[in-house]
């Protein structure tokens, strides 16, 4: 049965914001008395705390699947929707948050320290949000923006004071349960111990913690057996004490051979950038089991080494207790020391101001497409407002459009060559495609529509004014030109002597019969 986990991936999902709210207000003697639909409310973040009575990643390990809730739809008369809950997760302090490329996003290192690491969708706005001078009754309303939803990784690196290193079964965990209240799993066998311990030494006036690592063996670095798994909670410590078995009865085993393989597993450990290496931070050596006559004499005969290696020696029993007050003196020094010197080290937290004038709104990136290139746009803002847009309504796409030619979409797809009845997408992978129409660049506000409609989306029949007066002009034209027509007709026919009735007329007969 797993007890300890230290690593795990969670399965994150962010409310999302309610819908904005259509509404006009109606009163007795007052119809149509303004709009007064209400905003929806956010939705409800993911939140990480640091919280030091959690010590390990098991509930997550669990359950993985996480979501906070879906903020409320907004109502009539002014009523917004109601906030998504929080959904608020504790975390082991030293928790290292990264997403699934590896890229870290925080460590959680102060208590009750929070981080969003899933935000939530905004709330819609309502319609009485967006009337305004010109538009004074909106017949739409925003749509809520869905939440984060994604993958993170929680990585636990133990925040204790001092490591406990050394080969499996050298009395690391008899160690820790010997100075401290903790008490692990102990016995007779190799990798006894599969998670680090943590326990609290007293010792004077200085409280600090002390981690038991799971044993170390050759190669560790590279993968074999448990160290590389957890060597990543050496990360953290100030000082590491080599626990070293005088008592082994491994052939071709000894305290000096044991020590020179884990610390060359040590020294290949890579550390984050900006920590100290494994091999320069303080080290002291503790020949452990010499309460047994045979691992005395060896104790007694490896120590001038190992002291004239530099190291700080002490020979310890955790059956008989010998030599454990002196070690956890000097490991109580070593810890106050250390924290003397961050406290004067500490940096001065500065307030560090970002101007974002430079960052580009959006970008329109050309690709190629089957029946010609296909023009897509990229961007917080544009990808946000196609999200917030219903698109059964008419209005709320003339307002998009509205929007996207203010952002100076328009100038930038002809920038980019784009032509009208091009082929845009507004976001990544599929996103909402259109047929480009450049004439939707005219401000609706200055157009005057039934609410929910936009006059610039459909083909209006009626003609215009000056369309009219065309049309009669070139019926006056037609009427003018066919009577002159007949005219000429009667004229020649007078010329030619043929009556109305299609009868001639001699003119000379006439004379003569006179």
């Given at each position: 049965?797993v007890?300890?986990?230290?690593?795990?991936?969670l399965?994150?999902?962010?409310?999302k914001?309610?819908?904005g709210?259509?509404?006009?207000?109606?009163e007795?003697f007052k119809?149509?008395?303004?709009?007064?639909?209400g905003?929806?409310?956010?939705?409800g973040?993911v939140v990480?705390?640091a919280?030091?009575?959690?010590?390990?990643?098991?509930s997550?390990?669990?359950?993985?699947?996480?979501s906070?809730?879906?903020?409320?739809?907004?109502?009539?008369?002014?009523?917004?929707?109601a906030?998504?809950?929080?959904?608020e997760?504790?975390v082991?302090?030293?928790?290292v948050?990264?997403?699934?490329?590896?890229?870290?996003l925080?460590d959680?290192l102060?208590p009750?320290?929070?981080?969003v690491?899933a935000?939530?969708?905004?709330?819609?706005?309502g319609?009485?949000?967006?009337?305004?001078?010109?538009?004074?009754?909106?017949?739409?309303?925003l749509?809520?923006?869905?939440?984060?939803?994604g993958d993170v990784?929680?990585e636990?690196?133990?925040?204790?004071d001092?490591?406990?290193v050394?080969f499996?079964?050298?009395?690391k965990s008899?160690?820790?349960?010997?100075?401290?209240?903790?008490?692990?799993k102990?016995?007779?066998?190799?990798?006894?111990?599969?998670?680090?311990?943590?326990?609290?030494?007293?010792?004077?006036?200085?409280?600090?913690t002390?981690?038991?690592?799971?044993?170390?063996?050759?190669?560790?670095?590279?993968?074999?057996?448990?160290g590389?798994?957890?060597?990543?909670?050496v990360?953290?410590?100030?000082?590491?004490?080599?626990?070293l078995?005088?008592?082994?009865?491994?052939?071709g085993?000894?305290?000096?051979?044991?020590?020179d393989?884990?610390?060359?597993e040590?020294?290949?450990?890579?550390?984050?950038?900006?920590q100290?290496?494994l091999?320069?931070r303080?080290?002291?050596?503790?020949?452990?089991k010499?309460d047994?006559?045979?691992?005395?004499?060896?104790?007694?005969?490896?120590?001038?080494?190992?002291e004239?290696?530099g190291?700080?020696?002490f020979?310890i029993?955790?059956?008989?207790?010998?030599?454990l007050?002196?070690?956890?003196?000097a490991?109580?020094d070593v810890?106050?020391?250390?924290?003397?010197?961050?406290?004067?080290?500490?940096?001065?937290?500065?307030?560090?101001?970002r101007?974002q004038?430079?960052?580009?709104?959006?970008?329109?990136k050309v690709?190629?497409?089957?029946?010609?290139?296909?023009?897509?746009?990229?961007?917080d803002?544009?990808?946000?407002w196609?999200?917030?847009?219903?698109?059964?309504?008419?209005?709320?796409?003339g307002?998009?459009?509205d929007?996207?030619?203010?952002?100076?979409?328009?100038?930038g797809?002809?920038?980019?060559?784009?032509?009208a009845?091009?082929?845009?997408?507004?976001?990544?992978?599929?996103?909402?495609?259109?047929?480009?129409e450049?004439?939707?660049?005219?401000?609706?506000?200055?157009?005057t529509?039934?609410?929910g409609?936009d006059?610039?989306?459909?083909?209006?029949?009626?003609?215009?004014s000056?369309?009219?007066r065309?049309?009669?002009?070139?019926?006056?034209?037609a009427?003018?030109e066919?009577?002159?027509?007949?005219?000429?007709?009667?004229?020649?026919a007078?010329?030619a002597?043929?009556?109305p009735?299609?009868?001639?007329?001699v003119?000379?007969?006439?004379?003569d019969?006179?």
């Amino acid at each position: 049965m797993v007890t300890f986990v230290d690593r795990v991936t969670l399965h994150l999902r962010a409310g999302k914001g309610g819908n904005g709210c259509v509404s006009v207000r109606r009163e007795k003697f007052k119809p149509l008395a303004g709009p007064d639909g209400g905003n929806g409310g956010g939705g409800g973040d993911v939140v990480l705390i640091a919280d030091p009575q959690v010590t390990t990643l098991l509930s997550y390990h669990h359950s993985p699947h996480r979501s906070a809730g879906n903020g409320g739809f907004g109502m009539g008369d002014h009523r917004s929707g109601a906030e998504g809950e929080d959904q608020e997760l504790p975390v082991p302090l030293g928790t290292v948050v990264k997403d699934p490329d590896g890229t870290v996003l925080v460590d959680m290192l102060t208590p009750g320290m929070r981080f969003v690491v899933a935000p939530g969708g905004l709330g819609g706005l309502g319609n009485a949000s967006l009337s305004s001078p010109k538009r004074k009754a909106p017949g739409f309303a925003l749509l809520g923006t869905p939440g984060w939803e994604g993958d993170v990784v929680l990585e636990l690196k133990t925040v204790a004071d001092i490591a406990l290193v050394g080969f499996p079964s050298a009395g690391k965990s008899s160690l820790i349960a010997a100075v401290s209240a903790a008490r692990p799993k102990i016995a007779d066998y190799p990798f006894t111990t599969l998670h680090p311990n943590l326990g609290v030494v007293q010792s004077g006036d200085v409280r600090f913690t002390i981690a038991d690592v799971p044993g170390l063996i050759e190669g560790a670095s590279e993968g074999k057996g448990l160290g590389l798994e957890f060597l990543r909670h050496v990360e953290r410590c100030t000082a590491l004490v080599h626990v070293l078995d005088c008592a082994t009865l491994d052939p071709g085993r000894d305290p000096l051979s044991d020590l020179d393989i884990i610390l060359a597993e040590l020294g290949a450990y890579p550390v984050p950038e900006g920590q100290t290496p494994l091999l320069e931070r303080p080290q002291i050596v503790a020949l452990n089991k010499i309460d047994v006559p045979e691992a005395r004499d060896l104790a007694d005969f490896v120590r001038p080494d190992l002291e004239a290696r530099g190291f700080r020696v002490f020979e310890i029993s955790t059956v008989s207790r010998a030599g454990l007050r002196e070690l956890t003196f000097a490991l109580a020094d070593v810890v106050e020391q250390h924290r003397l010197a961050t406290i004067d080290d500490a940096p001065v937290e500065r307030i560090v101001i970002r101007p974002q004038g430079s960052r580009k709104d959006f970008e329109v990136k050309v690709e190629g497409g089957t029946y010609g290139p296909v023009y897509r746009i990229l961007g917080d803002k544009p990808v946000k407002w196609v999200q917030q847009t219903d698109f059964q309504n008419e209005e709320a796409v003339g307002y998009l459009a509205d929007r996207l030619a203010r952002l100076g979409v328009e100038e930038g797809l002809f920038r980019a060559g784009a032509v009208a009845g091009a082929t845009v997408v507004i976001g990544p992978g599929d996103g909402i495609v259109f047929d480009w129409e450049p004439t939707l660049t005219s401000a609706a506000e200055l157009m005057t529509a039934p609410r929910g409609t936009d006059p610039r989306l459909v083909q209006n029949p009626r003609r215009t004014s000056s369309e009219r007066r065309e049309r009669y002009h070139e019926r006056m034209d037609a009427k003018a030109e066919a009577r002159a027509e007949l005219e000429t007709e009667r004229r020649a026919a007078r010329a030619a002597g043929i009556t109305p009735d299609g009868d001639s007329t001699v003119v000379g007969d006439e004379d003569d019969a006179r």
